[in-house]
């Protein structure tokens, strides 16, 4: 009867690494112990056993190069992730900044939705307080009769005073405001770029100081979000109601970048 059994493993002879192989054959009585071509004979088959169950592999010590390796790819992939971050936070600031602009220039409220508040894009550039009483009436680009693109923005604030009458109620401190957009990744000059003050990332900004608009004695006044005019690119109208009589307010952009505003009641016809 013959029996077979084998053990294979890497071993260091010297500074090389070979294979060694036990055999052993006719119920281990006879083997052979063979490394890289060499063989000798095996002794007994107790030392057989004795080998193929207590051999030992030394590791092949690493290069210190792999070392080095690593070390160099850690460094730059530590140095391209800061040169990253470096280089990716203003590019995410201005994509914000464009998009702000680019909301504002397309803004529209509900015509029929009485104007609160300030819309979001416009306080990214002037944040409002809280407890200001002004609203945004309207908030949209519009060109001026020599093609003077500019952001218009009018924000008002509805006042009253007491009299024997009733209230008689005006809009107080009118202060438009027309700005030149532009990307913020431009070279105009106009652009100041101070992430700490948005509003400098707004090329010629101009405000019109306009006197106070008296509306009158009245109950009640609503204001509604203003509209452009689709027919007259320089001009805007923002509808309010009266004691629910139709009013309106209409608004040119200049070319000298002012804004010219003017009452009239719901039932004159549309300024030319």
């Not at 202060?175 to 700490?196: F, K, N, T």
């Amino acid at each position: 009867m013959r029996g077979r059994c084998g053990a294979y493993g890497d071993f260091m002879h010297g500074q090389r690494v070979g294979t060694i192989r036990i055999e052993i054959a006719d119920q281990g009585r006879t083997g052979t112990v063979g490394a890289d071509n060499e063989s000798y004979p095996l002794l007994s088959p107790a030392h057989m056993e004795y080998m193929a169950h207590s051999l030992t592999y030394m590791a092949v010590p690493r290069s210190r190069t792999s070392w080095f390796a690593r070390a160099a790819v850690m460094s730059s992939f530590v140095g391209l992730t800061l040169a990253g971050m470096r280089w990716l936070r203003p590019l995410t600031w201005d994509l914000s900044v464009w998009r702000a602009q680019q909301q504002c220039l397309r803004y529209l409220g509900p015509a029929d939705a009485v104007a609160k508040g300030t819309p979001a894009c416009w306080s990214f550039f002037f944040p409002v307080e809280s407890h200001s009483g002004e609203a945004v009436f309207f908030l949209h680009e519009r060109v001026s009769p020599g093609g003077r693109r500019r952001l218009v923005v009018v924000p008002l604030e509805l006042s009253n005073l007491r009299e024997r009458a009733g209230p008689r109620w005006f809009f107080e401190g009118t202060r438009i405001c027309a700005c030149e957009v532009v990307p913020p990744w431009s070279s105009h000059p106009g652009l100041q770029r101070d992430p700490s003050v948005p509003n400098t990332y707004l090329a010629g900004v101009r405000f019109s100081d306009e006197p106070n608009l008296e509306i009158g004695i009245a109950q009640s006044v609503q204001v509604f979000n203003g509209q452009p005019d689709p027919l007259d690119a320089s001009h805007f109208t923002i509808r309010y109601a009266v004691d629910g009589k139709q009013r309106f307010i209409d608004g040119w952009l200049q070319d000298d970048d002012t804004v010219r505003l003017s009452l009239r009641d719901g039932t004159e016809p549309d300024p030319d």
